[in-house]
């Protein structure tokens, strides 16, 4: 039994009751470390243990095309689990990067000190980028944590959607990637991917309550860009669609009235919203470049790491 905000003398009546032992965090759930902390480095202990014994003797029998496979199939693979939930810290990552590079270039031999014969930037790149295809653990841990991120702002129908935006986010009059990071230190770590989110991104306003009006994708690109001397006078840059629709102009722009050139960009932006269906029974949608409104971490890593190949010999080589 783990209490949580408990006397001692009740949880020990009530472990006696039921007959088991007093637990404290953090401690071990299906594998993860559970706390209301941030998890510390020793608590990703059993990942880096649990690769180090795949570190065996048989990568010495392997040619380096076969230990290639041998990193992404194996050890690339057994963070995979962690990733889906926990962002892990940047020391973890260095770690696993090290036993990966020793099993490529080493054969193993994690005590030797020699020399790559890539650097592992370009050794993380897709092989039609002349790179080797491995996988990149950092860029992979963001792209399979976004998915709560996508799960959050298309408010599905999961509890812990209602119950984050219900208790964090009750005042819908700034979104919340507009505000500093709040809740548990779970949640502040996922909130700080929405740049990545907002990059690959395009929403689709109904409510308006949960986009920005500068800055997010909600034309072809963001307001602030697109009528930048408007942008200059405005007293509120963090504001929601939602907010700007119902507020007067006094509290959004000063000093009125404003000059020539924007109070001609207000007028093309007031414009373009009363030309737009806005439907206050509806939550904002949010949908990716790729051309879908269903998240993919496949298709976001890919654009992670996507770049104009170098060379055109690197796709056959």
């Known amino acids: 039994m783990v209490p949580i905000n408990m006397s001692l003398e009740r949880v020990t009546h009530l472990a006696n009751t039921f007959g088991c032992q007093v637990g404290e965090m953090p401690f071990t759930y299906l594998g993860l470390p559970l706390g ?24 010495k029998l392997l040619s380096y095309n076969g230990r ?19 962002k892990l810290p940047p020391g973890i990552i260095k770690q696993i990067d090290i036993y990966r590079k020793h099993c490529l270039w080493d054969k193993r031999d994690i005590n030797r000190k020699g020399k790559c014969l890539v650097a592992w930037e370009t050794a993380c790149k897709p092989k ?17 944590l976004l998915k709560f991120l996508d799960k959050f702002y298309n408010r599905e129908d999961l509890p812990w959607v209602k119950l984050t935006w219900s ?11 507009a505000r500093s990071p709040v809740g548990s230190p779970w ?41 930048p001397q408007l942008f200059s006078f405005t007293r509120k840059p963090k504001c929601s669609i939602n907010f700007f629709l119902n507020q ?34 509806l939550n904002d949608t949010w949908s990716y470049n790729w051309g879908t409104s269903s998240y993919s971490s ?17 796709k056959w080589l």
């Open 68 to 86: 290639l496979i041998l990193v992404n199939s194996v050890l690339s693979a057994l963070p995979t689990f962690y990733m889906c939930t926990l």
């Open 248 to 281: 007067p102009l006094e509290m959004m722009f000063s000093p009125l009235p404003l000059p020539h050139v924007a109070a001609q960009q207000l007028e093309e932006l007031q414009n373009i919203m009363h030309n737009r269906h806005w439907d206050v029974n």
């Open 128 to 144: 039609d980028q002349g790179g080797l295809g491995i996988i990149d653990i950092q860029r992979q841990n963001e792209a399979l």
């Open 167 to 177: 208790k964090l986010y009750a005042n819908e009059s700034i979104p919340p990637h």
């Open 298 to 314: 496949k298709k976001a890593y890919a654009l992670f790491l996507k770049s104009p190949p170098d060379s055109p010999l690197f």
């Open 187 to 227: 949640w502040k770590e996922i909130m700080k991917l929405f740049p990545i989110l907002q990059s690959i991104s395009i929403c689709s306003p109904n409510k308006g309550n949960s986009v920005l009006l500068w800055s997010d994708f909600w034309m072809e690109q963001s307001a602030k860009d697109s009528f």
């Open 36 to 59: 209301t902390t941030k998890p510390t480095i020793s608590e990703f202990a059993p990942l880096i243990t649990k690769m180090e014994r795949r570190l065996t003797g048989i990568s």
